[in-house]
């Protein structure tokens, strides 16, 4: 076991008798790792209306995670996605941008275990989220701890999810160089992204001819680099060593001194030990537990005792309803005359008005004319027509047409006599249809107040007759009521206080749940320092990297041997972790051969990194392992026939049941066969009449 592993389960490495550090020799089959590292347990996806799982746990009475996973179905149903979800909630970039999960998803959230201790990670799905929130425990846990904000980016934040998942792999604070060949080189912090190269392995790469990056030099020098800290290989790894032991040592420090500061905060509030707060809120729960059920059966007694006013009950509510009819009515008629008696007013101007019209040419002359306008000599007689000829200048005038009746609105002609016409205006009609309207109204409004008078009566006597039958039920009920109030008035003085009680007992046990979580974090990173000082003392020479890359190599070959890969010659991974098959780069090879290739290659250096107890995270990740092989139209003849998907799953289970117990390998597959149903945790149908339709079930058309 390596000393990495020390550092997850908290042990010191063996040392010898001068205290220096031993070379330690792994023997899986002896003493296989159980809780090395990461191990992925659930996924939920929080929904808007539901929430979708997948169980990555055997089944009962086992515990723990399976040591096989296959997420089986149809495509195009979200099995890719499960994989993408949990890479995200590990601190991956993006999360899965499908139409259905950013209707329906609102967060998803990882049950892992980290060293063996169950730890839920929730990450924010929409837009990419800056934090992730983590807290030990399990899914669906009533009772949680505070959550715990770690930072996505930088990687090197001690605070990051990056560094504490790195942690557990005791790969805390590692750099890796941007020029390995120069020793003035700049470094960046390994994050936990670099690591998910060597523990996911995409669909779209298993057949691409950039298995390790090519197309990106910097992205392939770094994940060499990655497999060489995973395997301790790099070659100035004292001094790496002493640099990560300083930069543990600046953070042990900062821990502790935060650990101080929160006991000495603790300490003041003076709650006493976990154990007296955990009582104190147990007794809270249960006095106000015995309260609510005092409360109710008193409530029961009260009704009980009052039971024989329910006639008197029933006859004040009538009462009411009699009441507010009566009230109601009254403001309807009040309200009636008040906007009434306005308008009868203006009824009556403008009878004035008309009445002034009408009377207007008897009492002005529309004329006036007293002067001839020609030689200013008072006339003798007022200007007027006769016989169809104007007196005053003797001008003969139209005939005018017979006169018309009035409209209200403009002027006729009036003949005085044969041959002659005077205007006039006639408002007789106007005149009498107003003064008719106005007596109509006059009467309504008389109406309307004389029955003001009983209505208000009727009203008075209909609240004095519900608030007598009111104080009829209150003395009834009193009597019976009485030697209930106050025993109710302490039964929720007791309820109170219970609550009162059960908010400071989990605001302290919020407390030591944060003081608790920044111990742990304490003996963590002492436990890590411990080792790498030990290691720091022990390191004399790295390993050799020739040896691990032809063990590598052998694996390679030997994996590829097992699932008949056809022609197998020189198989082989060069010094640059590069794959090779019939002496050439695995690049020639069809996508059917580039697919075998790949999955060899990643489980090569998953199966040499676990059982030689190097600082791999333990669990592994495939997307497609049939891709090219004969599901499609697409497949490669070369592999379609000679290539049987049994040897793939054998190898897998052979290899889980001896050397890799305690590992755990994730893989999606559309058509798996019978041999591992075992192992299937889900088969999406894409059928609405087969649940499950997909990874977000609701969502079938």
Same mark, same amino acid.
């Given at each position: ?26 023997? $899986? ?16 996806? &929080? ?29 195009? #149903? ?7 979800? @949990? ?10 941008? !499908? ?36 807290? +030990? ?35 805390? *604070? ?14 960046? +912090? ?18 691409? &001819? ?26 100035? &790894? ?132 007293? $002067? ?7 006339? #003798?007689?007022?200007? !007027? ?10 001008? @003969? ?5 017979? +006169?018309?009746?009035? #409209? *209200? ?7 005085? /006599? ?16 107003? &003064? ?10 008389? /109406?309307?107040?004389?029955?003001? /008078? ?14 007598? %039958? ?6 009834? #009920? ?70 691990? @890359? ?26 640059? %972790? ?93 058509? +798996? ?6 192992? @299937? ?21």
């Amino acid at each position: 076991m390596s000393d990495a592993q020390y550092a997850i389960d908290g042990d010191a490495p063996r040392t010898d008798g001068q205290g220096q550090s031993a070379i330690l020799t792994p023997n $899986v089959k002896d003493s296989p790792p159980t809780h090395r590292g990461i191990r992925v347990l659930r996924l939920r996806l &929080k929904g808007t209306d539901r929430d979708y799982d997948v169980d990555f746990r055997a089944p009962a009475p086992q515990s723990g995670p399976r040591a096989l996973s296959v997420i089986a179905g149809a495509f195009s #149903t979200g099995k890719s996605s499960v994989l993408e979800f @949990v890479a995200y909630c590990l601190g991956g970039a993006q999360h899965p941008q !499908h139409p259905e999960i950013l209707r329906k998803v609102r967060s998803a959230q990882l049950e892992v275990e980290l060293a063996g201790t169950p730890h839920v990670i929730e990450r924010a799905v929409g837009e990419p989220s800056a934090a992730a929130f983590v807290r +030990p425990g399990r899914l669906g846990e009533i009772d949680t701890p505070p959550l715990e904000r770690r930072l996505i980016r930088p990687p090197g934040d001690p605070g990051s999810l990056s560094s504490l998942l790195l942690s557990y792999c005791g790969l805390e *604070g590692v750099e890796l160089r941007e020029a390995p060949t120069q020793a003035e080189s700049k470094t960046d +912090p390994m994050s936990i992204r670099d690591l998910m190269w060597l523990c996911f392995m995409p669909n779209e790469r298993l057949d691409d &001819k950039s298995l390790l990056f090519e197309g990106s030099p910097m992205k392939s020098l770094k994940l060499r680099q990655v497999v060489d800290v995973i395997f301790g290989i790099h070659d100035d &790894k004292a001094v790496e060593l002493g640099r990560r032991v300083k930069e543990l040592e600046t953070r042990l420090s900062q821990a502790r001194s935060e650990l101080a500061t929160a006991q000495a905060f603790v300490d003041e509030q003076d709650m006493g030990s976990r154990i007296t707060v955990e009582l104190m809120r147990s007794e809270a729960e249960r006095a106000a537990k015995a309260s609510d059920l005092a409360l109710r059966e008193l409530d029961l007694q009260i009704r009980a005792a009052t039971g024989f006013a329910s006639q008197l009950r029933n006859e004040h509510r009538s009462a009411a309803v009699r009441a507010q009819r009566a009230a109601a009515l009254l403001r309807d008629r009040e309200t009636q005359v008040q906007r009434l008696v306005p308008l009868r007013a203006q009824y009556a101007a403008d009878i004035s008005k008309l009445t002034l019209l009408a009377e207007a040419r008897t009492l002005f002359d529309p004329l006036e004319v007293k $002067v001839c306008p020609a030689c200013l000599t008072p006339l #003798t007689r007022t200007p !007027h027509i006769a016989n169809g000829h104007c007196s005053l200048c003797s001008s @003969v005038l139209p005939v005018a047409s017979p +006169p018309q009746a009035s #409209t *209200g609105q403009g002027s006729d002609m009036a003949v005085d /006599d044969p041959g002659a016409t005077t205007p006039a205006f006639d408002v007789s009609v106007e005149l009498r249809a107003t &003064k008719s309207r106005l007596a109509e109204l006059t009467r309504y409004v008389e /109406d309307l107040d004389a029955s003001l /008078d009983q209505l208000r009566a009727t009203a008075a006597a209909t609240s004095s007759e519900e608030a007598e %039958l009111a104080r009829t039920v209150d003395t009834a #009920t009193n009597r019976a009521v009485s030697p209930f109030l106050s025993q109710r008035d302490d039964l929720m003085r007791r309820r109170q206080d219970a609550a009162n009680l059960l908010e400071r007992a989990r605001s302290a046990l919020r407390m030591l749940d944060s003081l608790d979580r920044r111990a742990v974090a304490v003996t963590r990173q002492e436990n890590a320092l411990r080792v790498l000082r030990g290691e720091l003392e022990g390191v004399s020479a790295p390993a050799d990297r020739r040896d691990v @890359v032809q063990r590598i190599s052998h694996r390679y070959a030997d994996i590829l041997r097992t699932w008949n890969y056809p022609k197998q010659e020189q198989a082989f991974v060069d010094n640059n %972790l590069v794959p090779h098959m019939r002496g050439s780069e695995y690049k020639v090879a069809s996508s059917g051969g580039r697919t075998l290739i790949s999955l060899a290659w990643i489980l090569a250096i998953f199966e040499i990194a676990y059982e030689s107890g190097s600082a791999h995270p333990g669990f592994l990740m495939i997307d497609s392992p049939q891709k090219n092989l004969g599901q499609d139209s697409d497949r490669d003849s070369e592999f379609a026939d000679s290539v049987a998907v049994a040897d793939f799953y054998r190898h897998l289970h052979d290899w889980l049941r001896g050397d890799g117990s305690g590992a755990q390998i994730l893989v999606v597959d559309n058509a +798996p066969p019978q041999t591992v149903d075992d192992d @299937v945790v889900v088969r999406f149908s894409r059928r609405s009449d087969q649940p499950p339709y997909g990874l977000v079930e609701d969502e079938v058309g």
